[in-house]
């Protein structure tokens, strides 16, 4: 691994669906010749692309697990994130975008702006984390790349900028214009490894000139150089313009924009060339942790290897020869043998093997400096723990982890199939936060939980390939809450003095509703509680917060003020208050009008214009609220809000009234409040539940 | 009481009136360009709103999210209008009405009454509550729309769904002997609403061109608001 960190770039590809992100890294790997053949993502001979190792994703053409690996361009070290675009794998892109310093935003040159690129773009902001975009797929027809900058610039607020005009679109796509160098680039060659330089063709010199110009003009905010260049009416140099291009870009106040045909092998070297050029490398990045000996104050990073070592495990893998975690390390370095400190638990761990990943293969490495992204075997740690030297006890922002939105109960088909089901289960919760599975105690059942109906529909299908776990699933559940619409008071004594060690306490004050998930307030005054009962009391009202008293759903928004009580000198103990907590929860619950929430999901839906009535139909059909519709070119967006309960195998009705047409995109929006009809269904069928039990 | 209030004070309620906002088939407001059609138009609709109906708003020169900002703007235009409110009230209401108006945005080459039509049907297919109003904004009358205001008429007799459309007129144009622009005056028989905006120094003036005895109201709305100027 190099260690001029000037020349190192850790970049992700994100982008929604289906837009060529895997297409793209292929062709990446193939000109910096990791490679020796391209081999396509939905390939008729069945190969699939090397970035998609897993079975599953080979299979479906989608890409489930990120897969990490990296490559040389231009004496440079890229270490690539290939990501997922489908909503449901979002932990995926969240644990890359944690730990990379830019990324490559591909967008589809006729869709353009997606659900899933504005949900990509919400995670770079909050990681705040620079990219350049890529307009892919200007071979196809209905190709537009400038609509789609555009796009950018409405859709998601950037400042988007063209670096490049497209010679040729649709079936015409040959090359691009580069408006830097002001050059024409055509790809020869069987796989377009040949960049070919010409002038810039006739017909296009003053559109070229008008679009450098415009380009110019946007790009000399980043730089007073350039600016007194343009004023001069002095001949601008071209490291002039890129050096503005990379400060606009590093600092996330401009998006370059750049184009081409990654299937078609067009303009994916330029788009190398811009990773080096407006990228950061590490160096450019301030990367922060808190220092837990210091009042928790924030330090910045060095990338330096003398430094003492801090390093983030972003990502584990459990594979045959035990568990894999991926670490980006921002400062020092880990050698092989190093003893480092797990600043989460304090547990020391030894670095035993060092390995550099290339999709599914692994590369041994003596040592995983400052800047660069490995992987140590056999290291017992979750995902978001921070591994330090003994010198220092620092620790970095862990992952924003979403809450799964819908459960499914699993049955086992045979007893093999229940041990190796159990195996599954741990590895697959281990890796993805977002996968959850318990046992519920009622029914027995494993109930695992997730982001949607896809992304439990795979771990089903991999348990069933990796781990020959064949299991049969129930209906899914929608993860419904329980809360309070008003205040109430409760006044409640527990009492049990009928001979022996008694128990006595009494709590009184009132419960209301509040935005966080619980509170609880103190206010007892005259030690009318001892306070070494009040932690009791505030444990006992937590503890109802699992189960309502209404449906048996978690609790969720209810603050809790104790401003009165009792206790008795000999009687009372913490397990008395704790029992007179859950009693005065009780009491003060029912008559707080408790209603059940469901969860809401936004969905988009993406469809040939004339299936749009049709489609807006299908959601008036399942209680949602269409909340606006927008015809883009041939296909038209509609937006709308709807309950998970109704979502159900809504793929396949969609797809039967849209001749496969459509597709749509579902995440969880928020939590609402469920209608009277459907708050007794809900009531209705717990009884059945319960008398089947 | 709010409700009440908000629709009270309503430009909608002193110039149209509230009470037969919805009899008949069609209605038009009329301006040259950039006068305030569109921000009338989403007044009208939001007395609907405030009364708890539905309604849709097509739109052929706005995308859905501009859409979306007008609706917003027009209802704290009006908020601020009475005075004060309670911002948790206003925040609340916004809330219970935003969900029934639905926005759709066409170009004119897209722009078919078949898929209006699929999507009114699925409302009686699913049992739910029509649509009152439909507001469609951006028709060129300036061509001949025979044909699309005939399938109009067709849903406005289906699904009792009153339609209220922007007409653009032009500055050079002359009135016709009847008084009305000539888009219009084209169509004057299928419109039993009219409503014609033109700046009069620093002011909108609406004028009541056609409904029943509110013909011939003037109402002076300040510009900027749609809101009415004591």
Not at chain 1, 624 to 632: A, W
Not at chain 2, 196 to 217: C, F, S
Request: charged content about 30%.
């Amino acid at each position: 691994m190099i260690r001029d960190l000037e020349r190192v770039r850790n970049i992700g590809i994100s982008a929604h669906i289906d837009s060529g992100k895997t297409t793209l890294t292929e062709r990446i790997l193939f000109y910096t010749d990791k490679i020796h053949k391209i081999n396509e993502v939905r390939g008729k001979d069945g190969t699939g692309a090397i970035m998609d190792s897993m079975e599953l994703e080979k299979e479906r053409g989608i890409t489930i697990a990120s897969a990490a690996t990296y490559c040389e361009w231009n004496k440079h070290n890229i270490n690539i994130i290939d990501t997922p675009g489908h909503v449901d794998f979002t932990v995926e892109v969240e644990r890359s975008l944690r730990v990379l310093d830019g990324v490559v935003l591909i967008l589809c040159s006729v869709s353009g702006v997606q659900s899933q690129s504005i949900t990509v773009d919400q995670q770079m902001k909050r990681y705040k984390v620079p990219c350049i975009a890529y307009v892919n797929k200007c071979d196809r027809s209905g190709a537009n790349p400038v609509k789609v900058s555009q796009q950018l610039k409405d859709k998601l607020g950037h400042n988007s900028v063209m670096m490049q005009l497209p010679i040729g679109l649709e079936d015409k796509h040959e090359g691009v214009i580069d408006l830097v160098a002001m050059k024409a680039y055509f790809f020869e060659g069987e796989n377009g490894e040949e960049v070919v330089t010409k002038d810039i063709p006739d017909d296009m010199m003053e559109d070229a000139e008008i679009a450098r110009e415009e380009m110019i003009d946007a790009v000399s905010l980043y730089s007073d150089d350039l600016t007194d260049a343009i004023l001069e009416e002095k001949e601008i140099p071209e490291e002039l313009i890129m050096q503005a291009v990379r400060t606009g870009t590093i600092a996330r106040q401009m998006t370059p924009v750049f184009l081409g045909s990654a299937y078609k092998n067009k303009a994916v070297q330029p788009m190398m060339d811009a990773v080096i050029n407006y990228l950061p490398s590490p160096l450019d990045i301030e990367n922060e942790a808190i220092d837990l000996d210091n009042n928790e104050e924030t330090v910045i990073l060095e990338s330096s290897f003398d430094k003492p070592t801090v390093a983030l495990a972003f990502k584990l893998e459990d594979g045959q020869y035990g568990q894999l975690t991926y670490i980006r390390v921002y400062q020092g370095c880990i050698n092989k043998g190093d003893t480092l400190i797990n600043s989460r638990d304090g547990k020391k761990m030894k670095a035993g093997r060092l390995i550099r990943m290339h999709s599914a293969q692994m590369e041994e490495v003596e040592a995983i400096p400052a800047g660069h992204i490995g992987a140590m075997f056999g290291v017992d740690c979750a995902s978001g723990d921070t591994f330090v030297s003994s010198k220092i006890n620092y620790t970095m922002m862990a992952m924003h982890v979403m809450e799964p939105v819908i459960s499914l109960s699993i049955v086992p088909k045979d007893n093999k199939a229940q041990i190796n089901m159990s195996k599954a289960l741990n590895r697959f919760t281990k890796e993805d936060p977002t996968f959850r599975t318990y046992v519920d105690h009622e029914t027995g059942d494993t109930i695992i939980q997730g982001m949607g109906e896809l992304h439990l529909e795979v771990y089903v299908e991999r348990m069933k390939r990796e781990y020959d776990a064949e299991v049969e699933t129930g209906q899914p559940r929608v993860a419904y809450r329980e809360t309070i619409t008003r205040k109430a008071l409760f006044n409640y004594t527990h009492k049990k003095q009928t001979g022996g060690a008694g128990q006595y306490g009494r709590v009184a004050g009132f419960v209301e509703p509040c935005e966080e998930e619980f509170e609880f307030v103190n206010k007892i005054t005259g030690g009318r509680i001892p306070t070494q009962y009040i932690p009791a009391c505030e444990k006992g009202f937590k503890g109802c917060m699992d189960k309502g008293p209404k449906l048996e759903f978690p609790v969720t928004g209810i603050k809790i003020t104790i401003d009165d009580g009792a206790y008795h000198a000999v009687d009372s103990s913490e397990m008395a208050f704790q029992s007179a907590a859950r009693g005065a929860f009780l009491e003060a619950y029912l008559k707080a009008k408790p209603v059940i929430k469901e969860p809401i999901m936004k969905v988009v839906i993406e469809t040939p214009n004339e299936f749009q009535g049709g489609c807006m139909g299908l959601i008036n059909q399942r209680r949602g609220i269409i909340q606006g519709s927008q015809e883009e070119g041939v296909m038209s967006v509609i937006e709308s809000q709807v309950p998970l309960s109704d979502m159900f195998g809504f793929s396949t009705v969609l797809r039967s009234a849209t001749q496969g047409k459509a597709q749509f995109t579902m995440e969880f929006s928020t939590y609402k409040q469920v209608p009277q009809s459907v708050s007794e269904e809900i009531a209705r069928k717990k009884q059945e539940e319960k008398k089947e039990k | 009481m709010l409700k009440k209030d908000l629709i009270s004070k309503s430009p909608v309620s002193k110039t149209i009136g509230i009470k037969n906002i919805k009899d008949g088939k069609f209605g038009a407001v009329l301006s040259r360009a950039g006068v305030g059609k569109t921000s009338f138009l989403v007044q009208i609709a939001l007395t609907r709103l405030l009364n708890d109906e539905k309604i849709l708003h097509i739109s052929l020169d706005d995308p859905m999210e501009k859409i979306n900002l007008r609706y917003k703007e027009g209802y704290s235009n009006l908020i601020d209008y009475i005075g004060y409110v309670d911002p948790q009230k206003t925040v609340r209401l916004w809330q219970d009405i935003k969900p029934n108006k639905v926005g759709i945005s066409y170009t004119e080459a897209t722009f078919d009454t078949g898929k209006i039509r699929d999507y009114l049907k699925s409302f009686k297919k699913a049992d739910l509550a029509l649509p009152s109003i439909m507001i469609i904004d951006g028709l060129n009358f300036d061509k001949d729309l025979s044909n699309i205001l005939e399938e109009l008429e067709n849903l406005n007799r289906e699904f009792s769904i009153f339609v209220w459309f922007s007409m653009k007129n032009h500055r050079e144009e002359k009135l016709c002997d009847s008084g009305f622009p000539i888009q219009l005056e084209t169509y004057k028989d299928k419109f039993g609403k009219a409503v014609l905006l033109h700046p009069v120094e620093d002011k909108i003036e609406a004028v009541v061109l056609k409904d029943g005895d509110r013909t011939d109201q003037r109402i002076k709305l300040d510009p900027s608001t749609m809101m009415i100027v004591e």
